[in-house]
């Protein structure tokens, strides 16, 4: 029985082949090594805050005022400074002023001075708005109902409606609640409900009176012609003041 043994010289060599593979090897992985401790070294981007959605243009017109009852016609207007009033505490909303959006919703009217979820688009469109307004007050015994309908100047948007039931001296805490719900829909901030400064009653009336002779909703157009009601109005709310009347005509307004 022979037992063959291998020689020194081929162990050598397959030492040296081994060797070199092993170099090889290393020589090949070297690189992935260095970009991996590269990638773990390196800074991470920090992560953006949230961007906060730009403000929200929205148009406020005159509701449409209780059929057959010409005493309540002021309410019309009434109704539309309650809004303005809401949506100047809405941080991401863009109310535009009534002296831009009612002469413009005039002007599209005619004679006719019931709005429509027509009306209300085709004017936001050409006031670049997003939203428009459409109210309605209707009166049953005692109890007035409001009906306020945001619309879309989009297609690709959904129409929002509120409707409540309640006394007609309630309008203010109803509106407030319909711009809640709204601003709930869009995902946009809450109220800040200390920028919420409700006038009472009869100074309401009395704006409400004033924007009607500003623009001629149902009296003859007097423009200009509300200096008292403006400058007071001025003193207590200046953000709503600028909102409802024209600075161009009332400087007190753009001191």
Not at 50 to 66: M, S
Not at 189 to 201: A, K, T
Not at 211 to 219: I, K, R
Not at 237 to 252: E, H, K, M, Q
């Amino acid at each position: 029985m022979h037992i063959s043994a291998m020689r020194p010289e081929g162990v050598n060599r397959q030492f040296k082949q081994a060797h070199t593979l092993l170099r090889i090897l290393i020589l090949l992985a070297l690189p992935g090594l260095i970009l991996q401790s590269g990638c773990f070294w390196r800074k991470r981007t920090p992560v953006a805050a949230p961007e906060l959605p730009a403000p929200v243009r929205i148009i406020l017109l005159p509701v449409n005022a209780p059929e057959g009852k010409p005493d309540l016609r002021w309410t019309a207007l009434a109704a539309t400074v309650q809004m303005a009033e809401i949506a100047v505490a809405a941080p991401d909303l863009e109310p535009m002023p009534l002296w831009e959006s009612t002469p413009a919703v005039i002007q599209t009217l005619g004679n006719s001075r019931t709005i429509t979820a027509e009306i209300a688009e085709f004017t936001a469109t050409r006031l670049t708005a997003r939203w428009g307004t459409v109210g309605a007050l209707m009166t049953s015994n005692d109890a007035t109902v409001l009906r306020l309908d945001f619309i879309p100047s989009r297609a690709s948007l959904v129409p929002f409606r509120f409707e409540k039931q309640g006394p007609i001296d309630a309008l203010g805490s109803s509106f407030q609640e319909a711009f809640t719900q709204f601003l709930r829909y869009l995902i946009l901030r809450p109220l800040v409900e200390d920028r919420i400064h409700r006038m009472n009653p009869l100074r309401l009336k009395e704006v409400a009176q004033a924007l009607d002779a500003e623009y001629g909703w149902f009296a003859a157009a007097k423009p200009g012609a509300a200096g008292k009601v403006v400058e007071e109005l001025a003193r207590s709310n200046r953000d709503l003041a600028r909102l409802l009347f024209n600075p161009t005509l009332y400087p007190v307004l753009g001191k």
